[in-house]
């Protein structure tokens, strides 16, 4: 989908399947979804802690179209998952909903910034997106500031008690 300095975001489905890279990405769903990373997320994103349990997360996530890897450049490491949904404004350009989580050891080094910087140049490019925007939880501060680092700010639209929604227009 798009490359920056240290992470490229592909499309699940995009990446070869062999079998032996497909078990390494089982386990990156293992890896990344520990308690802090998923601890303001949809209950059935909780409690991913079997092979089984991660394939099914990943075919709910497949079947929900808009589900992309962030890998490490450096390393080909998954590093987190980006999630994109469409929604058609009245002027027929698209909304781009998006979430992302990315793993706890890369908190705190700009990756987060990155991404998100790179999401923006990439719906800037496609001039097909006249806004992004993303739900946060309140005390989500370090997502909070990677959006308000690239331009992001609060919507005054209604969401649930602990969240805010933050918005891009492009």
Known sequence: ???????????????????????????????????????????????????????????QRKSEGGFYDIVLSETT????????????????????RLGYLLREEVWGKGIGTELINGLVEWARQTKLIGSIAGGVEKQNQGSIRVLEKNGFYRSNEEMPEQMYLYKFKI
Do not use: C
């Open 1 to 59: 989908m798009f490359t920056s300095n240290r992470v490229s975001v592909f499309h699940w489905n995009h990446i070869v399947s062999a079998s032996e890279f497909e078990l390494s990405r089982i386990h990156s769903v293992l890896e990344i979804l520990t308690p802090k990373v998923i601890k303001a997320v949809p209950d059935g994103w909780q409690n991913i802690g079997s092979i089984e349990k991660a394939e099914d997360w990943i075919q």
């Open 77 to 96: 490491e998954i590093i987190g998952f980006l999630f994109l949904y469409t929604v058609i404004d009245s002027k027929d350009l698209g909304e781009l």
